[in-house]
């Protein structure tokens, strides 16, 4: 149950969270159908740049721009280079890899996410919160190997699980290193930002993908996904994302991701192939437990 006892800050954070969620779990379902239609930098690249001027507009129909926003560029580079690295591994990985799999590897990212929020912001993990991130480990680790206690105890991982959980690395680097590196920058100026400069790096290490790319054969569901990616799974969900970790802590922020094997589960349902076999379903309880545990008010946070 949500805490009752928040801060009006706090409250947002926590809905933006939950927006959050929603849109990030479609990505997995429709990045594992066009995975293997274009290669992850280009079509990585594409999001990044169509995104980049959805936020460019959005920031000129508001307070538009000012020199200072520009301060310290480098902050930028950081951040977009940990995404543009988050989105190709995750792409790469969906061309093997289960949806559901996939986004247990994504739970993981809040205990990572812990670690680095103490390294880089001396964010303590209380006991709860250590808690809560032992039972979603747990039941990730039981999603990601398919409830097979073989393939558990022989560590029989999956080529692409093993990929994402790489990118998946710079994710959760990514949510302290916002709040870290943001200078009082609103939350649509700084997704612009960080997205200008990750176009930047991925057009240089993406180039060749990108001319060798016949874009005019691509199939339609290529461009959906991509529009699908553009406007909710990345200039949205950014938005989102950035506004609630300069309201909760890094840990709370990605406790949302616990989330996203339920909404990955809807979703590969509603393209009807099906439910996962039912034992993996305790994984996704586990994780739902550790939601609820995560989000009780602690007496720091």
């Given at each position: 149950?949500?805490?009752?006892?928040l801060?009006?800050?706090?409250?947002?954070g926590?809905?933006?969270?939950?927006?959050?969620a929603?849109?990030?779990?479609?990505?997995?379902?429709?990045?594992?159908?066009?995975?293997?239609?274009?290669a992850?930098?280009?079509?990585t690249?594409v999001?990044?740049?169509?995104a980049?001027?959805?936020?460019?507009?959005?920031?000129?129909?508001?307070?538009?721009?000012?020199?200072?926003?520009?301060?310290?560029?480098?902050?930028?580079?950081?951040?977009?280079?940990?995404?543009?690295?988050y989105?190709v591994?995750?792409?790469?990985?969906?061309?093997?890899?289960?949806?559901?799999?996939a986004?247990?590897?994504?739970?993981?990212?809040?205990?990572?996410?812990?670690?680095?929020?103490?390294?880089l912001?001396?964010?303590?993990?209380?006991?709860?919160?250590?808690?809560?991130?032992?039972?979603?480990?747990?039941?990730?680790?039981w999603?990601?190997?398919?409830?097979?206690?073989?393939?558990?105890?022989?560590?029989?991982?999956?080529r692409?699980?093993?990929?994402?959980?790489v990118g998946?690395?710079?994710?959760?680097?990514?949510?302290?290193?916002?709040?870290?590196?943001?200078?009082?920058?609103?939350?649509?100026?700084?997704?612009?930002?960080t997205?200008?400069?990750?176009s930047?790096?991925?057009?240089?290490v993406?180039?060749?993908?990108l001319?060798?790319t016949d874009?005019?054969s691509?199939?339609?569901?290529?461009?959906?996904?991509?529009?699908?990616?553009?406007?909710?799974?990345?200039?949205?969900?950014?938005v989102?994302?950035q506004?609630?970790?300069?309201?909760?802590?890094?840990?709370?922020?990605?406790?949302?991701?616990?989330?996203t094997p339920?909404?990955?589960?809807?979703?590969?349902?509603?393209?009807?192939?099906?439910?996962?076999?039912?034992?993996v379903?305790?994984?996704?309880?586990?994780?739902i437990?550790?939601?609820?545990?995560?989000?009780?008010e602690e007496?720091?946070?």
């Amino acid at each position: 149950m949500m805490p009752v006892n928040l801060t009006a800050d706090q409250w947002r954070g926590h809905l933006a969270m939950l927006g959050f969620a929603a849109l990030i779990a479609g990505s997995f379902s429709l990045g594992s159908i066009v995975a293997n239609e274009i290669a992850p930098p280009a079509i990585t690249t594409v999001r990044f740049v169509m995104a980049a001027v959805v936020m460019g507009l959005f920031a000129l129909a508001g307070r538009g721009f000012r020199r200072e926003h520009f301060r310290a560029p480098w902050r930028y580079l950081v951040l977009g280079g940990l995404l543009a690295f988050y989105f190709v591994l995750m792409f790469e990985g969906l061309k093997t890899a289960n949806p559901v799999s996939a986004a247990a590897v994504f739970t993981l990212v809040p205990m990572m996410a812990a670690g680095f929020g103490y390294v880089l912001l001396r964010q303590i993990t209380t006991p709860r919160i250590a808690l809560a991130l032992s039972i979603a480990a747990l039941g990730a680790l039981w999603v990601i190997f398919r409830g097979d206690f073989g393939a558990l105890s022989s560590l029989d991982i999956g080529r692409g699980e093993a990929i994402y959980f790489v990118g998946c690395v710079g994710h959760a680097i990514y949510a302290p290193m916002v709040r870290k590196l943001n200078r009082g920058e609103s939350a649509v100026i700084f997704t612009f930002g960080t997205l200008v400069a990750g176009s930047i790096l991925l057009g240089i290490v993406g180039f060749r993908d990108l001319v060798a790319t016949d874009w005019n054969s691509l199939p339609g569901i290529v461009w959906i996904t991509l529009g699908y990616l553009v406007v909710f799974s990345t200039a949205a969900s950014f938005v989102l994302l950035q506004y609630a970790t300069l309201r909760l802590p890094s840990s709370k922020v990605m406790a949302y991701s616990y989330l996203t094997p339920v909404g990955v589960i809807l979703w590969e349902a509603a393209f009807g192939n099906g439910l996962p076999a039912p034992w993996v379903f305790l994984g996704v309880a586990a994780t739902i437990v550790a939601l609820g545990v995560l989000l009780k008010e602690e007496a720091v946070s």
